[in-house]
């Protein structure tokens, strides 16, 4: 591969992108909406830019990038084939090849993507996160206290998750039912989780020379919820702003001179699932607070969505970041990883 550059004329990028099996879904059409912006920005900051989608078909990836001799790819694979749990393949392609990539490694990806996985390294870690059981842990007499739900292993974006979706009856039965379901629907892998009530914070961070640098923590207030409704950021929250769960949230930030103990204590959390999982780039972690003001981690999201009006380019411009400045350090960062 040639060497990088800068912002230099010449300089070649190729954006590698999701590839859906099926009819796209509504969050699936968000990742065409950032494609498009950081190809703009990109091609503003003056970078020749390829756009190459990833497939299953791993050989056919490698020549194209053979062909192209990018000096960097900008990765925003969410998934392949419309499976997340493909997320981490083309990874795996360009650590072969020796090309340069944003974002964070094929490791780290495997590691936080599935969320079963993550939930055990953490707890390794001492970090909490909410207690859950697997469709086989269903069968040897384990139970989850309180409120849960069903969530995908691989899956992101909220998919499935509705206002009916946290059920305060614990049935193993009603359980594997509602997971053959979703298997049918969606495919994949899927498990229950406790439902943790209280607040929701999203820490955002992204590299800097000097480290993980933490944007703006992110609150998600569900003060516009119907009564009865679960507080939950569901898929009809995220990807549905006509429909009452987008209505009944919104994203408020926390001022620095307004953080409390609790704000200090998932910015360090968030700091030490960096170093255990080895993050790169830019990455996210989500988390629940319950009432006696314990936090749990949710999930670690290790490609984020950076649309404008997604939860990571929102904190970014919270700190005063222009969305062409959070690419350029995107790309920077990941010349100046393979520069070593």
Not at 134 to 144: A, E, H
Request: hydrophobic residues 40%.
């Amino acid at each position: 591969m040639s060497s990088p550059h800068q912002t230099d004329s010449g300089t070649h990028i190729v954006v590698l992108t999701s590839s859906f099996a099926s009819k796209v879904r509504k969050d699936q059409q968000d990742n065409l909406v950032q494609v498009r912006l950081v190809v703009d920005l990109l091609t503003s900051l003056g970078f020749e830019v390829s756009i190459v989608s990833a497939t299953l078909d791993m050989e056919s990836l490698s020549r194209q990038l053979y062909m192209l001799r990018p000096d960097l790819v900008f990765n925003l694979v969410e998934e392949v084939q419309g499976r997340g749990a493909f997320i981490h393949f083309p990874l795996a392609v360009l650590e072969s090849m020796n090309i340069p990539y944003t974002g964070n490694s094929h490791s780290s990806m495997v590691m936080t993507s599935s969320k079963i996985l993550a939930k055990k390294i953490m707890l390794a870690h001492d970090i909490l996160t909410p207690s859950w059981l697997t469709p086989s842990n269903l069968n040897d007499k384990r139970t989850i206290q309180g409120r849960h739900l069903v969530k995908s292993v691989w899956e992101h974006g909220s998919l499935s998750l509705s206002k009916t979706s946290v059920v305060r009856e614990f049935c193993p039965r009603k359980i594997r039912t509602k997971i053959k379901k979703l298997q049918q629907k969606y495919g994949g892998d899927w498990f229950v989780e406790t439902y943790i009530p209280g607040r929701e914070l999203n820490v955002s961070m992204l590299e800097t020379s000097h480290g993980p640098e933490i944007l703006p923590v992110a609150e998600i207030i569900f003060d516009g919820m119907p009564c009865g409704l679960p507080r939950i950021v569901d898929y009809q929250a995220k990807w549905d702003e006509k429909s009452a769960s987008a209505r009944g949230t919104r994203r408020e930030f926390v001022s620095e001179a307004g953080q409390d103990n609790i704000v200090i204590m998932v910015k360090n959390i968030a700091i030490k699932c960096w170093e255990i999982f080895e993050l790169s780039g830019y990455a996210r972690v989500d988390f629940r607070v319950d009432p006696e003001n314990i936090p749990f981690v949710l999930e670690i999201n290790t490609n984020p969505c950076l649309s404008l009006d997604a939860g990571f380019m929102a904190s970014a411009c919270e700190a005063g970041m222009k969305p062409v400045q959070v690419i350029n350090s995107i790309v920077q960062t990941g010349f100046t990883r393979y520069s070593h």
